[in-house]
């Protein structure tokens, strides 16, 4: 079966501090995979979305980054983080083609002091 | 643009009863639509998927509705449990092609508590 690794669980910040989210996925291949952000009261937003290794696509303009080096892995990274960057961060898969549910892993949530 | 809402932001009822949660979409030309739960702190966990040539689709005690002519989707959860206490989403997916490449748009949730 397929299953979807998130780390850290939570982490805590500085302001001005670089980033690294990173997110497996075991038991599938060539998978769609996405970051989403969960901000209290708005929702989840979608950050950015890859079909394929070396492939991201941007959804929202902003000082994030996102890498997909191998077929399974994809990662979330800043530079320098921001105030407003806190959130709780989603990474999801889902099999290629057709009506494929998305399968979402357990977050991260991100403090930024 | 897509817009997905939800109905009732919270909802709250006594163990037994059956419920149902509401979610509507302003544009009809979705690809399908799913339905996710969420555990305080959690990620997220798919329930239903309904493709766009469906009208329900089941799984246990819940029961999925998709009226794409009306932009509606409903989810019916019978004879609520405590553990059934959670966020619940839905989202709609466009159809691929353009820009949409067939994200998920979803709504603000509806939070459930089933008391005992």
């Known amino acids: 079966s397929q299953t979807i690794h998130q780390w850290p669980a939570t982490l805590v910040q500085p302001v001005g501090s670089p980033l690294s989210l990173e997110c497996t996925v075991e038991?599938?291949?060539?998978?769609?995979l996405y970051w989403y952000r969960q901000a209290a009261g708005r929702g989840l937003q979608l950050l950015f979305y890859s079909v394929g290794i070396g492939q991201i696509s941007s959804e929202v303009p902003q000082n994030l980054s996102a890498s997909r080096p191998q077929d399974r892995q994809f990662i979330l990274s800043s530079k320098k983080l921001l105030l407003s960057d806190s959130g709780f961060y989603l990474c999801?898969?889902?099999?290629?083609?057709?009506?494929?549910?998305?399968?979402f892993g357990d977050g991260t949530r991100l403090s930024i002091l | 643009k897509q817009e997905v809402t939800q109905i009732p932001a919270a909802l709250s009822v006594p163990e037994g009863e059956n419920l149902v949660l509401n979610c509507s979409f302003t544009d009809s030309a979705i690809y399908n639509l799913q339905w996710f739960r969420q555990d305080p702190g959690k990620g997220l966990t798919s329930l239903l998927l309904i493709q766009s040539s469906q009208r329900e689709q089941t799984s246990g005690r819940l029961n999925a509705s998709l009226d794409k002519s009306s932009g509606r989707s409903t989810l019916y959860i019978a004879a609520s449990q405590p553990g059934d206490s959670a966020t619940y989403l839905c989202a709609a997916k466009a159809n691929a092609g353009g820009t949409s490449y067939g994200k998920l748009t979803f709504g603000q949730g509806t939070i459930l508590t089933v008391h005992p």
């Open positions: 999801a898969w889902r099999g290629q083609g057709g009506h494929q549910p998305q399968h």
């Open positions: 038991g599938t291949s060539n998978p769609n």
